[in-house]
């Protein structure tokens, strides 16, 4: 049996600038893995963080300068090799929203996973009735996936906005809720949200009012992990494990955690 402890060390194949301190990593490994799944990524003498699965079925992942880990992440680049455990966590529930229109909903680092279950969408179009985008940035400089865009709405709804605009700017400006509140929500649809706890409130309160049940939104929320295997007890809320019975939660179970 594998030793979910056991760190492999992996080299990066690509690495991509997204953004301003953020970057994606082409990882040469392959993994079996779902979409909404995340790895625990490791550097001698820094530390080790989960990080999402930001694609599919490559594996890639797409990060933000934060702190320790992260910050040296950052130093490397394609040829350099991390630590890289995983994956972890229950991935998006794929057979429930299977021919469903899914709508999904992120917010800064949070489109990340989304991308992975995007990239899922486009080899598996004909498993749903459709799909619709939704991200928020605080500026168009930390829109993510840019060059990937004009792909993407060849098959489904991109709908962009930012939190601060500059001139050039001449999308939407607001939060996603907002921008959601102007959607017609399509009938028989999930919802798939990720991104700071106060956008997952306010779009799950917008989508509620355009009558979606509450059991058919996914959310996926973020806390402090050590060992990604429901061991340390770091990432708990209440009697739930975040790397064990998440990251990836129905709102109608967890909403009154978050
Ligand atoms: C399931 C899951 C998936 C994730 N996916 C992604 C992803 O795809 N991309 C991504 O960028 N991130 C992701 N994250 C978040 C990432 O794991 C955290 O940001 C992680 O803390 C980064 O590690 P670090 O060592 O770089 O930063 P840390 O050193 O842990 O610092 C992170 C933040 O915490 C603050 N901090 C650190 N120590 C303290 C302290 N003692 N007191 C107060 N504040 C403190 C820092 O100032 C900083 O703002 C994910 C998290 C989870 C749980
Ligand atoms: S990270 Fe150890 S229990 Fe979840």
Excluded at 47 to 53: K, L, N, Q, R, T
Excluded at 249 to 255: A, L, N, T
Aim: one cysteine or more; charged letters at 25%; aromatic letters at 8%.
């Amino acid at each position: 049996m594998k030793n979910p402890y056991a760190v492999e060390t992996v080299r990066i194949k690509k690495c991509v600038n997204e953004a301003p301190d953020v970057r994606t990593l082409l990882l040469d490994k392959k993994m079996d893995f779902n979409p909404g799944q995340f790895v625990m990524v490791s550097l001698l003498g820094f530390g080790e963080s989960a990080i999402s699965i930001s694609s599919y079925p490559d594996l890639q992942i797409t990060f933000r300068r934060a702190g320790n880990v992260t910050n040296a992440l950052f130093e490397k680049c394609t040829g350099d090799e991390i630590g890289l455990r995983g994956p972890f966590g229950k991935p998006y529930p794929l057979n429930e929203i299977a021919g469903k229109h899914i709508l999904l909903a992120s917010g800064g680092c949070g489109i990340a996973p989304i991308r992975s279950l995007l990239k899922y969408y486009l080899l598996n179009e004909n498993s749903f009735s459709g799909a619709s985008l939704f991200f928020g940035a605080r500026n168009p400089s930390m829109i993510l996936y840019k060059n990937e865009l004009k792909e993407w709405r060849k098959s489904f709804e991109v709908h962009l906005t930012v939190d601060q605009a500059n001139s050039e700017w001449e999308g939407n400006v607001g939060v996603v809720s907002l921008l959601l509140e102007e959607f017609k929500l399509p009938a028989n649809a999930a919802a798939v949200v990720c991104g700071p706890s106060i956008m997952i409130k306010s779009v799950a309160e917008t989508l509620g009012k355009k009558g979606m049940p509450e059991s058919d939104m996914i959310v996926s929320l973020e806390r402090n992990m050590r060992c990604g295997l429901g061991k340390c007890g770091r990432c708990n809320i209440a009697e739930k494990f975040v790397c064990l019975d998440g990251p990836n939660f129905r709102w109608s179970d967890i909403k009154w955690r978050v």
